[in-house]
């Protein structure tokens, strides 16, 4: 190997490592900021409130940043945090019901369309204007991109408005559905399908929950939404009155005290 190759190998390797470095640092940092998680901030808080009691003639700035009622607005804010664990669950189950009513399992919405479509066809002939009619609303639903429900974390971000889009497909599919089962009831003894699953009252009975899943995935993430507005007031609250604590005891004690030293670095 030549001088000027092995000189050119070294140098891509120099740049593959420094490459490698800077990715690192930035995978580092990003995971850092990860890491403020709520959890670490109700444990910081707590650590300051632990702090400022031991510190002699600690004297509160604001009624609001008194330690009685930092402690108690602490509380407050750990208790709306674990209440939407509850709050993420209960969306998520009936997402998952909907999804199952609606596409994934065996008598679903859309693995019913094409049993109903032939039970009818086979009665009327493909022809008959009531054939046209549900065959249209079938195209529709099929025609709409398969709901998805977004994950708890994605319903609540007002940017993707994930949640509204994901609700109007599901609206328009079951209005489709229930205007297809409307038609089957109009057709009268013209509609008579030889496997019970496909009969007037099991249909009748999708239809009704199908709008209660609807129903219940609204409710929860209505729930899921109010619960995480509460955490982020609480949070903005919890944030201020530690940053007027901060500076109290900064201004009190001096900004080279122990006091200051042991509260300035745990972030909220």
């Known amino acids: 190997m030549s001088f000027f190759n092995f000189s050119l190998i070294t140098k891509h390797n120099i740049f593959n490592t420094q490459k490698m470095i800077l990715n690192a640092k930035t995978i580092s940092i990003m995971a850092s900021k990860a890491e403020i998680t709520f959890g670490t901030k109700v444990a910081n808080a707590e650590a300051i409130a632990t702090h400022v009691k031991s510190f ?3 004297v509160p700035p604001t009624e609001s940043t008194s330690i009685v009622n930092y402690d108690a607005l602490i ?3 750990k208790g709306e945090n674990n209440s ?3 709050k ?4 998520s189950k009936a997402v998952d019901v909907r999804q199952q009513l ?3 399992s065996p008598d679903s919405v859309t693995k019913l369309l094409s049993p109903v479509t032939s039970a009818v066809r086979a009665k009327l ?4 204007k009531p054939v046209a009619d549900i065959t249209a609303l079938v195209v529709k639903i099929r025609g709409e991109k398969k709901a998805k429900d977004p994950k708890a974390d994605e319903a609540v971000d007002k940017k993707k408005e994930a949640a ?5 497909s599901f609206a328009s599919i079951t209005q489709h559905f229930t205007d297809i089962v409307t038609t089957l009831t109009d ?3 013209n509609y008579a399908p030889a496997n019970n699953a496909h009969k007037l009252p099991v249909l009748n009975t999708k239809v009704a929950n199908i709008k209660k899943a609807n129903d219940d995935v609204t409710t929860t993430f209505g729930t899921l939404k109010t619960g995480f507005d509460t955490r982020a007031a609480l949070y903005a609250d919890l944030s201020d009155r530690t940053q007027r604590i901060k500076e109290q005891v900064k201004s009190q004690y001096g900004v080279s005290s122990t006091e200051y030293k042991l509260i300035k670095g745990l972030k909220v």
């Open 56 to 58: 002699n003639g600690f």
């Open 75 to 77: 509380a407050s804010f």
């Open 84 to 86: 939407i664990t509850s």
């Open 88 to 91: 993420k669950s209960a969306y």
């Open 102 to 104: 609606f596409f994934k």
């Open 125 to 128: 002939g493909k022809a008959a």
């Open 164 to 168: 509204s889009q994901s609700q109007r």
């Open 187 to 189: 057709l009268g003894t």
